[in-house]
């Protein structure tokens, strides 16, 4: 499925290298942050979070950094590897009453990895 | 569990005729979303259900739209009628209590 939109970022990298993708937020009342990637013809699938009052999290080759002075998030992927190619979206989340969350999706950049 | 089912995968239909999207959530997720996807909008949340209840439906577009989740187990997406800036990809997810949105694979949606 078609998820580029005609102004989407894209950042290219060699394989190997580590990459990092940045997001800007507007609303500082969001309750956590969330990364999705999304591989062409698939649906949104979740990443990392990090709540908003934490400034860092580390996953398995992946780390989210969130600097609220500035509402800026940023994902880093050590050692890009060919698999990691597709859109990443950063999505603020708001806890709704009754405990579920309600997604805004940033509008995504697509990363590309050279061999 | 199979994941979020959504069906059909690609749909393409004339303007003016109703167009209903299916989803099945993971077994035992207690919301369910409806997304919309296009190149200029990005991803917009249409509307949330809460154990089979609609919540938020601000997020759809006009009364042409219209969700139902009947049961636990399944919910539509139906537009009636369709015209063509409702072509798009139509996203279901569903989550637990506190957990993260599961989605499905999506149904891309053609009017002509």
């Known amino acids: 499925g078609e998820n580029v939109g005609l102004h989407l970022p894209t950042l290219s990298v060699q394989e190997g290298d580590n990459s990092i993708i940045n997001c800007a937020y507007s609303?500082?009342?969001?309750?956590?942050f969330i990364w999705y990637k999304q591989e062409s013809g698939k649906g949104p699938q979740f990443i990392i979070d990090?709540?908003?009052?934490?400034d860092k999290r580390q996953g398995q080759r992946v780390t989210v950094l969130l600097n609220k002075t500035v509402k800026h998030l940023s994902l880093q992927i050590a050692a890009t590897q060919p698999g990691d190619s597709a859109v990443y979206f950063c999505?603020?989340?708001?806890?709704?009453?009754?405990?579920?969350?309600?997604?805004?999706f940033g509008t995504g950049t697509q990363l590309k990895v050279e061999l | 569990d199979a994941g979020v089912i959504q069906s059909p995968r690609h749909e393409v239909t004339e303007m003016g005729q109703e167009v209903t999207l299916r989803c099945k959530p993971i077994?035992?997720?207690?919301?369910l979303f409806w997304y919309r996807q296009t190149m200029m909008r990005g991803l917009e949340l249409l509307i949330y259900?809460?154990?089979?209840?609609?919540?938020?439906d601000s997020g759809m577009p006009e009364d042409r739209f219209s969700a139902k989740m009947p049961n636990a187990s399944f919910s539509t997406l139906k537009i009636q009628p369709s015209e063509p800036r409702d072509s798009a990809v139509y996203f279901c997810?569903?989550?637990?209590?506190?957990?993260?949105?599961?989605f499905g694979q999506g149904t891309r949606l053609t009017v002509v």
């Open positions: 609303n500082s009342a969001s309750d956590y």
């Open positions: 259900f809460n154990n089979n209840v609609p919540i938020d």
């Open positions: 990090i709540r908003s009052n934490m």
């Open positions: 999505a603020e989340t708001f806890i709704l009453t009754g405990g579920g969350n309600k997604l805004t």
């Open positions: 077994s035992g997720h207690d919301y």
């Open positions: 997810a569903s989550s637990l209590t506190g957990g993260e949105a599961f």
